[in-house]
Nanobody, 120 residues
Framework: QVRLVETGGGFVQAGGSLRLSCAAS????????MGWYRQAPGKQRELAAV???????NYADSVKGRFTISRDNAKNTVYLQMNSLKPEDTAVYYC??????????????WGQGTQVTVSS
């Protein structure tokens, strides 16, 4: 099994910063891409940022220039530094990892989600 544990959510005023962390553990041979998705109340889950194991990154247009995704491959951990936060960034943020397990193939795993609330 693979487990993703997220930390770092919370409450912040507009213009503030938060840093999310997500650590993967378990039967992991290789992690391909890791990323952060978010889901606001009444909306569909959307991609915020993603990074592959070569260091390439991709961001939603709404967070470009404000969010930075990074990864520590030795720790199987992905981070999301969120700066200049806006009220519209309020959402539950979910960590996602595409994991290859030796002999078992590749599958997507999700964290439990962490709440980010930005007040105006």
């Amino acid at each position: 099994q693979v487990r993703l544990v997220e930390t770092g959510g919370g409450f912040v005023q507009a213009g503030g910063s938060l840093r999310l962390s997500c650590a993967a553990s378990g039967n992991i041979f290789r992690i391909n891409h890791m990323g952060w998705y978010r889901q606001a109340p009444g909306k569909q889950r959307e991609l915020a940022a993603v990074t592959d194991n070569g260091g390439n990154t991709n961001y939603a247009d709404s967070v470009k220039g404000r969010f930075t995704i990074s990864r520590d491959n030795a720790k199987n951990t992905v981070y999301l530094q969120m700066n200049s936060l806006k009220p519209e960034d309020t959402a539950v943020y979910y960590c996602n990892a595409n994991v290859y397990r030796l002999g078992l193939g590749t599958a997507d795993y999700w964290g439990q989600g962490t709440q980010v609330t930005v007040s105006s």
